[in-house]
């Protein structure tokens, strides 16, 4: 996935959840933050980052999207919309062997209380995927998720529902960065969803992660990384 021609600063501040001062060229803008995560290790005053310009004549408060971070040894993804697209280009493109025989692509398919990210259908039968974005790292480990998720607690609910009806399920952690040899649930941001991942897994819901190869001209998943659950 290309990204447009991005716009260099500096961040200066997180307001809220969904909102961002950033200096660019001297001049303090408004920015959108599309990731509801706390991302405390990539929104650090005076980190340099990239910006997606608002469509010209688009309604809105903010004058950019955040795109990147760069850390000073890596680059990372801080929209949380991209996996979805990062592994729907995968499919297409067939470079997730795990996904072959499945023919048809339907993304939000509702299950149970939950609108998984994708429904596979094919001769292989049908597989519910959900996926999530990771952006925190420590020691070459990515984690997830880095605040308390009820709704990740949720999906993972209804992929092992999906299961127990003879569906195929799966849940792909896709880590935004380059910089990242593992997955891991974290533990100690949120217990819950870590216990609720380890049952999912034992009954049967696969669990994938994959890295990211992040430059500031695009992004593409790349290679699978060890689950250490």
């Not at 952690?173 to 100690?188: C, G, T």
């Given at each position: 996935?290309?990204?447009?021609?991005?716009?260099?600063?500096?961040?200066?501040?997180?307001?809220?959840?969904?909102?961002?001062?950033?200096?660019?060229?001297?001049?303090?803008?408004?920015?959108?933050?599309?990731?509801?995560?706390?991302?405390?290790?990539?929104?650090?005053?005076?980190?340099?980052?990239?910006?997606?310009?608002?469509?010209?004549?688009?309604?809105?408060?903010?004058?950019?999207?955040?795109?990147?971070?760069?850390?000073?040894?890596?680059?990372?993804?801080?929209?949380?919309?991209?996996?979805?697209?990062?592994?729907?280009?995968?499919?297409?493109?067939?470079?997730?062997?795990?996904?072959?025989?499945?023919?048809?692509?339907?993304?939000?398919?509702?299950?149970?209380?939950?609108?998984?990210?994708?429904?596979?259908?094919?001769?292989?039968?049908?597989?519910?995927?959900?996926?999530?974005?990771?952006?925190?790292?420590?020691?070459?480990?990515?984690?997830?998720?880095?605040?308390?998720?009820?709704?990740?607690?949720?999906?993972?609910?209804?992929?092992?529902?999906?299961?127990?009806?003879?569906?195929?399920?799966?849940?792909?952690?896709?880590?935004?960065?380059?910089?990242v040899e593992a997955f891991a649930?974290?533990?100690?941001?949120?217990?819950?969803?870590?216990?609720?991942?380890?049952?999912?897994?034992?009954?049967?819901?696969?669990?994938?992660?994959?890295?990211?190869?992040?430059?500031?001209?695009?992004?593409?998943?790349?290679?699978?990384?060890?689950?250490?659950?």
């Amino acid at each position: 996935m290309r990204f447009p021609s991005l716009v260099e600063g500096r961040f200066i501040k997180r307001l809220n959840r969904f909102a961002a001062l950033v200096d660019v060229e001297k001049r303090e803008y408004l920015v959108h933050v599309a990731n509801s995560g706390r991302m405390g290790e990539l929104l650090v005053p005076g980190y340099r980052v990239l910006l997606n310009p608002a469509p010209a004549g688009a309604a809105r408060k903010t004058a950019f999207d955040l795109a990147l971070v760069d850390t000073g040894d890596a680059l990372s993804s801080a929209d949380a919309r991209l996996p979805n697209k990062l592994v729907a280009e995968a499919i297409a493109e067939g470079r997730l062997p795990q996904f072959a025989g499945y023919s048809h692509v339907r993304p939000e398919s509702a299950f149970g209380e939950s609108r998984l990210d994708f429904l596979l259908e094919g001769t292989a039968g049908s597989c519910y995927v959900e996926t999530k974005s990771v952006t925190l790292v420590e020691d070459g480990v990515g984690l997830f998720p880095d605040a308390p998720t009820l709704r990740g607690v949720k999906h993972l609910h209804s992929l092992m529902a999906a299961l127990d009806e003879g569906h195929r399920a799966g849940v792909i952690f896709v880590i935004q960065r380059a910089d990242v040899e593992a997955f891991a649930p974290h533990d100690q941001a949120d217990p819950l969803l870590a216990e609720t991942l380890r049952t999912a897994a034992a009954r049967g819901v696969e669990v994938w992660a994959y890295r990211c190869r992040v430059d500031e001209q695009s992004i593409t998943l790349a290679d699978e990384i060890p689950t250490l659950l």
